[in-house]
Each structure stands twice: as structure tokens, then as C-alpha cells.
């Protein structure tokens, strides 16, 4: 039988086929106050963990005689509780994402930040030790209520902190590969939380489209990265590639038991409210309306955000686009409340504008010609 974290020495066994990565863990992990062992592939680590106890796993990814992979799989096996915390380069993305859905803790990219790997360790041991506390409160449950429950209203919300920074790792992973887009996620985050608040959102229903909306764009994990970093406008070809990344970010999601809530946000953030977006072509009330908020998030932060074909629009321009777009992309309820809220600050550059507000004219009436025609169900700078 395993002990509990608290009943031994936080000791890590770190797993590298490159021994000056294991070194330079190794010797950090000393500073930190960890014990560790070293070993140099998925099978000698597999032996060391069947033979000793260990509060925790790092290991690579890619090794010979057993890979990372398999080795989570192994360990899982052994001690499903067991937090392990896997090392990858960037093009292993999709082994990573692979690794979650087994049931790895975290990832960390290479090259990696000390720091960040040793933030990462400490965030792991803390779940374990938070996750092992819970337990032992079901467990005893008559016996504990009265001391135990603020305690594990601490534990809760932790666990939840701890799910939020794994959500931010992904966006991390998202950013490194579109830099261009870096900090899209977190001001589409921010629009939503305003205009869920507003409409009447609360509690866990808030917490989900936060992170529905930091997720949204997961499945551009799975597009090129020549047609993500593209410098001039995306052919048919290409825009239809871009279209697949709702679906993709459902695929990386549905395995992952916590992010499952969030899926249908995914899966319907560019949909239209006339029934011609993607991927099923649903219309109105039809689209969850998580989805309809992320949209008009989405819509507003890409609009004024500079991409590498096109630069960024005024906020006036943006204004007077998505009201145009009222009934057609945008549910009206929804685009009611955004225009009656100050989202100025949440511009990419966050600069005030002169013209901040909505200007006074006419709506109806008085809209310029559209610029370019639109195409594949995308207003031109919407993606």
C-alpha cells in the first residue's frame, strides 16, 4: 500500500533518456527540499516505482525501450492517484494532449523554465495532498463534518484554481502557436464574464463559460502553423481548414472527464444566429447561448485585433459592423447588452479611444458599405 503524501518525504522520480535534463532537475529539485531518483527511460522508471514509494512522476515523452506514454499508462494502473507531470517538446503537442487524456496532471514545454517546472511540481503535490484530504472526509464523514467542512470548501475552490491554471497551459500552448492572437483567450474570457453576469449568469454556470471561453480556440492546436502565421489573406482551401478547428477542439476535449461541460461551447462558438455558420448550422435559440456570448466576444477581440494580413479596425468601425450583423451572426439580445457595456479596455492594446463609446447616429440607416465581400460564413477580420 502507497503512502499518503503526508506521511513521506516528497520525493520525485524523474524519467529523461537525456541525462543533463535529469541533471539540472535533479540539482533544482535539491534547492526546493525534494529527494529524487533518476531514471533513463519509461521501463527502468517503471521498476523504481513498483520497488519505492514517490509523491510524484516527471517525466519526457519520447524514450526508448518505453515511452512516456506508456509508462502513464503503467503507473495509472499501479495508482491511479498517482500526479504525473509530463515534459514535451512543442512539436509533440499532440502527444501531450494524448497524455492528459490518460490522465497526466500537467505538461510542461521544452525548453522549459525552472521555475515553472518546480510551480508545476508544487501545484501537483498540493491536488494530490488536497484530493487525499477530500477522501479521507467521505470517509469519515459523520466523524468530521462539523471541523472538516470550511476546510474542504478551501480544498474545493483550490481544485478548481488548479483546473484553471491546466485551462491557462493549454491557452499557453495555443498562444506559442499563433503568436499572433497571444492574449485572445483572456479578453474573450473577460467579455464573457461582463456579458454573463448581465444576463443573469452565477455560480458553476458562470465558472463553465469562463472556461468555455478561455478554451474556445482549442482545437487550433490541431491547424497548420503556416496557415495560422499566414502574412496574407486564406485561400477556400484554407479557410476551410480553419473551420475544422471547432471539431478538433471537441476531439482534444471529450476525453477529458472536467472540460467535458465546456464541449458544447467548443463545438458552437461560430455557429450564426441565421443558421450559416459551422459546424451544424444552427439557427437562434438553437445555439446554446454560452455559445452566442462567446461569439460576440470573439468577434468584437478579432475586429480590433492587428492579424498578419490586415490591420485592426477602429472600435467605431467595430461598432457599427457587428450592428450590422444584429439577427444575421448575432443573437440581438446578446449584442444589446455588449454594446451597452465599456469594453474599451479590453482592446488588445487596451489604449483609450478618443471615440470610446458608441457614436451617435442612426443604426439603421447610416451604415458605410461593407469593405470586402464575405466569404465561407466569416465576416472579413472576424478569423
Not at 37 to 43: D, E, F, L, M
Not at 258 to 272: A, D, L, P, T, Y
Amino acid at each position: 500500500m502507497r503512502h499518503k503524501v503526508n506521511e513521506m518525504e516528497k520525493r520525485i522520480l524523474i524519467v529523461d533518456d537525456d541525462e543533463k535534463i535529469g541533471s539540472i532537475v535533479s540539482r533544482r529539485l535539491t534547492l526546493e527540499g525534494f529527494s529524487w531518483v533518476t531514471a533513463r527511460n519509461g521501463r527502468e522508471a517503471l521498476q523504481y516505482f513498483q520497488k519505492e514509494n514517490f509523491s510524484l512522476i516527471i517525466s519526457d515523452i519520447k524514450m526508448p525501450e518505453m515511452n512516456g506514454l506508456e509508462l502513464l499508462k503503467e503507473v495509472k494502473a499501479l495508482d491511479q492517484k498517482m500526479v504525473v507531470v509530463m515534459m514535451t517538446a512543442y512539436p509533440e503537442i499532440d502527444l501531450a494532449v494524448a497524455a492528459m487524456h490518460a490522465g497526466a496532471y500537467d505538461f510542461i514545454i521544452k525548453p522549459f523554465d525552472l521555475d515553472l517546472a518546480v510551480f508545476s511540481i508544487r501545484k501537483g503535490l498540493e491536488k494530490r495532498k488536497l484530493e487525499e484530504e477530500i477522501e479521507s472526509y467521505h470517509l469519515h464523514l459523520e466523524k468530521l463534518v462539523e471541523e472538516k467542512t470550511e476546510r474542504l470548501r478551501g480544498a474545493l475552490s483550490a481544485l478548481r484554481k488548479s483546473n484553471l491554471d491546466t485551462v491557462k497551459v493549454l491557452v499557453g500552448a495555443i498562444d506559442a502557436k499563433d503568436p499572433h492572437t497571444r492574449g485572445h483567450a483572456d479578453r474573450v474570457r473577460e467579455i464573457c464574464l461582463k456579458i454573463g453576469m448581465k444576463s443573469g449568469f452565477n455560480g458553476e454556470k458562470l465558472e463553465g463559460l469562463e472556461y468555455g471561453a478561455l478554451l474556445h480556440d482549442i482545437g487550433k492546436l490541431g491547424i497548420k502553423d503556416k496557415i495560422l502565421q499566414k502574412q496574407t489573406p486564406l485561400t477556400p482551401e484554407e479557410y476551410r481548414h480553419i473551420q475544422e478547428h471547432p471539431l478538433i477542439g471537441v476531439r482534444i476535449l471529450e476525453g477529458i472527464d472536467f472540460f467535458r461541460n465546456q464541449i458544447f461551447m467548443v463545438r458552437h462558438h461560430h455557429e450564426r444566429f441565421d443558421g450559416g455558420g459551422y459546424p451544424d448550422q444552427l439557427a437562434g435559440k438553437e445555439i446554446p447561448l454560452e455559445a452566442r456570448i462567446i461569439s460576440v466576444a470573439d468577434a468584437f477581440d478579432a475586429m480590433t485585433s492587428t492579424r498578419p494580413h490586415r490591420s485592426k479596425r477602429t472600435l467605431e468601425d467595430t461598432f457599427i459592423e457587428m450592428e450590422k450583423e444584429r439577427g444575421k451572426h448575432f443573437d440581438p439580445d446578446i449584442l444589446d447588452i455588449f454594446l451597452r457595456e465599456n469594453f474599451c479596455d479590453l482592446t488588445p492594446e487596451s489604449v483609450p479611444d478618443k471615440k470610446c463609446s458608441m457614436p451617435e447616429r442612426n443604426w439603421k440607416t447610416s451604415f458605410p458599405q461593407p469593405q470586402a465581400e464575405w466569404s465561407y460564413g466569416c465576416p472579413p477580420g472576424f478569423k
